[in-house]
C-alpha cells in the first residue's frame, strides 16, 4: 500500500531565499506525482504534475523533480515571497483504482 | 465554468442529524472520488466510481454512503452525524491520470 511522506512539517523562511520541500514514497510504480498548494480554509490547487517517464516540471519560480527509482520527489522554490506561504501537499497516482495518496504537508511561512 | 462543483460549501448541523453533500462534473469523465480532509489537514481517500460502480471503499463507517446516480455525480449521504465527522470534504473526478478537485465542502457537527 502507497505511503506518502513529507519532511520538513513546517519551514519558516525569509523573503527572497531559496527552499526545497521533500516527499517520498513507498511505492515506486506510481503513475505520476503532483504537488498540490492549500491555502487556510481553501481548497486544492495543483501546482505541478510529473508524469512518471519525466524526470522534472517547471512552471514559473516552481520546479519539481522525481526520481522513482528512490521514491523521492522535490519541490523546489526559487526567490520565495510572503505570497508563497500555505501548505505544500504532494500526493502520488497509483493502484489499478488510480488513486492519489497525499503526504501530510509542509506548512511554509515566508517572512516578510 | 467549474468543471467539479461541489454543494454546499459549508454545512453546520447537529449531531445525530442526515446529510447530504452533492458533487457533479462537467468534464465527461468516467472515475469519481470522494477525499477528506481531517482536522490535521491529512487528505485521505473515502471512495472512488468507475461508471456508477464502486471500486474503492476505504475504512469508513457504514453511515457514510456513496451514491452515483449518472457518470456525472457522486454524492455523499451520512447517517447520524457524529463530532469526529468534521472535515472538510474534497470531491474529484479523473480522466487519463489526471484528477481535477472541486473546491471543498466543510462540514461542522456540533
Known amino acids: 500500500k502507497q505511503e506518502v511522506t513529507q519532511i520538513p512539517a513546517a519551514l519558516s523562511v525569509p523573503e527572497g531565499e531559496n527552499l526545497v520541500l521533500n516527499c517520498s514514497f513507498t511505492?515506486?510504480?506510481?503513475?505520476?506525482l503532483q504537488w498540490f498548494r492549500q491555502d487556510p480554509g481553501k481548497g486544492l490547487t495543483s501546482l505541478l504534475l510529473?508524469?512518471?517517464?519525466?524526470r522534472e516540471q517547471t512552471s514559473g519560480r516552481l520546479n519539481a523533480s522525481l526520481d522513482k527509482s528512490s521514491g523521492r520527489s522535490t519541490l523546489y522554490i526559487a526567490a520565495s515571497q510572503p505570497g508563497d506561504s500555505a501548505t505544500y501537499l504532494c500526493?502520488?497516482?497509483?493502484?489499478?483504482?488510480?488513486?492519489?495518496?497525499f503526504g501530510s504537508g509542509t506548512q511554509l511561512t515566508v517572512l516578510p | 465554468d467549474t468543471a467539479v462543483s461541489q454543494t454546499p460549501k459549508y454545512l453546520v448541523t447537529q449531531m445525530g442529524n442526515d446529510k447530504s453533500i452533492k458533487c457533479e462534473q462537467n468534464l465527461g469523465h468516467d472515475t469519481m472520488y470522494w477525499y477528506k480532509q481531517d482536522s490535521k489537514k491529512f487528505l485521505k481517500i473515502m471512495f472512488s466510481?468507475?461508471?456508477?460502480?464502486?471500486?474503492i471503499n476505504e475504512t469508513v463507517p457504514n453511515r457514510f454512503s456513496p451514491k452515483s446516480p449518472d457518470k456525472a455525480h457522486l454524492n455523499l449521504h451520512i447517517n447520524s452525524l457524529e463530532l469526529g465527522d468534521s472535515a472538510v470534504y474534497f470531491c474529484?473526478?479523473?480522466?487519463?491520470?489526471?484528477?481535477?478537485f472541486g473546491e471543498g465542502s466543510w462540514l461542522t457537527v456540533v
Open positions: 466510481y468507475n461508471n456508477k460502480e464502486l471500486i
Open positions: 474529484a473526478s479523473s480522466y487519463r491520470n489526471t484528477i481535477y
Open positions: 511505492d515506486s510504480a506510481i503513475y505520476n
Open positions: 510529473i508524469q512518471s517517464s519525466q
Open positions: 500526493a502520488g497516482l497509483s493502484g489499478s483504482a488510480r488513486q492519489l495518496t
